[in-house]
């Protein structure tokens, strides 16, 4: 596991971002952990995470001309890495899209830079790859070119149909990377080092047996 994805899940736990027991999820499933980016609420988290995103993106050689946060979780998400590409020398355009268009005032549903050039999705995560989708068309309608997406966590479970995950089939639809901070693979490998994930790990070894993604 690399150290920024080690500080990510420190976070994660620190924030009560992500939590383990039993969570029915949207998709039905029950699962023994649960993440909710929601709770990076604080300048403090935001500044933690923002590097991680940061470090990720970097290792993963991606080129790329601007961010775009969709809403509502990629527009903080987006915001934090913006912060922290500046504070590391590279001053990149940001934008969001607004769920519901302006008829007022600046009008539209695009708020902040002109999409442009190679465009990099910051989210949370990817469920059904509804937001990305919908943000790809974004994009290519203002005339910018996506480049690839940017996840917190990839949870590497299939989706309803098929053995790919909902990650894997936006990158395989789209053609695009999908770069995840960390995923299920590093959250077992921190069961072993922290005894309040150790608690939980046969459960999320049982959980990937059942409802994991092909690698």
Same mark, same amino acid.
């Given at each position: ?20 027991? &039993? ?14 980016a929601?709770?990076? /609420? #604080? ?11 940061? /470090? ?8 790329? /001309? ?9 527009? %903080? ?15 990149? %355009?940001v934008?969001?899209?607004?769920? &519901?268009?302006?008829?007022? +005032?600046?009008?539209? #549903? ?7 050039? @190679? ?12 937001a990305? @989708? &919908? ?21 590497? &479970? ?24 960390? +995923? ?25 047996? @059942? ?5």
């Open positions: 596991m690399l150290d920024y994805q080690r500080r990510f899940l420190d976070l994660a736990l620190a924030r009560n971002v992500l939590r383990f027991g &039993e969570f029915t999820l949207k998709s039905g499933r029950t699962s023994p952990y649960f993440f909710n929601g709770l990076f /609420d #604080s300048g403090a988290a935001l500044a933690t995470l923002g590097a991680c995103y940061a /470090d990720a993106l970097t290792t993963s050689g991606l080129a790329f /001309d601007m961010l775009f946060g969709p809403a509502y979780k990629g527009i %903080p998400l987006a915001t934090a890495l913006s912060v922290t590409l500046a504070t590391r020398g590279r001053d990149v %355009p934008a969001f899209n607004r769920k &519901e268009a302006k008829a007022h +005032g600046e009008g539209g #549903s695009l708020i902040g830079a002109k999409i442009a050039g @190679r465009v990099l999705i910051v989210d949370d995560v990817i469920t059904a790859g509804t990305i @989708r &919908e943000s790809l068309e974004i994009i290519r309608a203002a005339g910018g070119e996506p480049c690839g997406v940017l996840i917190a966590l990839d949870r590497q &479970e299939r989706g309803q149909t098929g053995s790919r995950s909902a990650a894997q089939e936006v990158a395989a639809e789209f053609a695009l990377p999908v770069i995840a901070v960390a +995923g299920l693979n590093e959250l077992l490998h921190l069961a072993d080092e922290r005894p309040e994930v150790a608690a939980y790990k046969d459960a999320l070894v049982a959980y990937r047996s @059942r409802y994991g993604s092909e690698p």
